[in-house]
């Protein structure tokens, strides 16, 4: 079968910045304890007119132009995200019709900060199935609505963002070389929100009660993934034949400076071949990897024939990991 490849990249943050020095007058932190723990210097906050929709409709639009291609050659779209505009219809559709993608079926899935990991692998099994040859993947959060800004655990993790990627069939080597999903719900508590489903619908008291903002136990969180990503990083390279220094990129999921320091310190990779802007954009959820992705590559950090590592760990729990030959 042939593999699937990435041929663009797009990216999009909203023009609204919230800095640490902003949040100082927000909530009782500082900007040196912001930056110590996570290393977040800020985070790009949506207008009250920006969707998630709209989000991943400026990435992707970004994406299509540099293929050169319109809504129109697109098979499929899929949309990652946990804040999406509404309950029904999928953010997907509405990002469809925006395109003009009257020819591609679309959907949303959900596997919060792992999530653009989950729809690349679903993307790549349509092309290599021969269902789909074109496919738009965008991960889009709007997390600033979903968080507590009274609660400064968590409000000064997250930011809003998009990034999208389009795939087809690789002709030569190049593409989507192997991808890793895993999930535990025993440990669903440690990342979530509680309310606005089937089981704490939304109600005056469970907007009352802050039930529709993400809950994290931070430092459960934070063992688990540092935990995690080294077996997760190791086992991908070993089962490819590779080792860490015949990487030419490793692209994390924008969590917690610590956990990416700690992730390629234990894997022996410099911190020169991780990309790292969580400094710009804090955690963006399942909009983080691609954006960072179409940063190393509008950069320059990726050329043709690099070997290059993604790796994500979200709410579900969910972690993921996909190697690629660029």
Known sequence: MPRARIVATGAYVPEKILSNRDLEKMVETTDEWITDRTGIKERHIASSKEACSDLAYNASKEALKT????????????????????????????????????????????????????????????????????????????????????????????????????????????????????????????????????????????????????????????????????????GMLEENGLRSSDLALLIPHQANLRIIK????????????????????GNTSAASIPIAMDEAVRGGKIKNGDYVLLEAFGGGLTWASALLKW
């Open 67 to 234: 293929a050169g291609l319109k809504g129109k050659d697109l098979d499929l779209l899929i949309v990652a995200t946990v804040t999406a505009d509404m309950p029904l219809p999928a953010t997907a559709c509405i990002l469809q019709d925006r395109l003009g993608a009257h020819n591609a079926a679309a959907f949303d899935l959900n596997a919060a900060c792992s999530g653009f990991l989950f729809a690349l692998a679903t993307a790549e099994a349509y092309i290599t199935t021969g269902m789909y040859k074109r496919v738009l993947v965008a991960g889009a959060e709007v997390l600033s609505r979903a968080t507590d800004w009274e609660d400064r655990s968590t409000c000064v993790l997250f930011g809003d963002g998009a990034g999208a990627a389009i795939l087809e069939p690789a002709e030569g080597e190049e593409g989507i070389i192997s991808i890793k999903l895993y999930s535990d719900g025993s440990k669903g508590d440690l990342l979530e929100v509680p309310g606005g489903g089937s089981r704490v619908p939304c109600s005056a008291e469970s907007v009352k009660e802050g039930l529709h903002f993400i809950k994290m136990k931070g430092n459960e969180t934070f063992k688990f993934a540092v935990k995690t990503l080294e077996g997760l990083v190791t």
């Open 262 to 281: 700690a992730t390629a310190e234990r894997i022996g990779l410099p911190l020169e071949k991780v990309l790292v802007n969580i400094h710009k954009y």
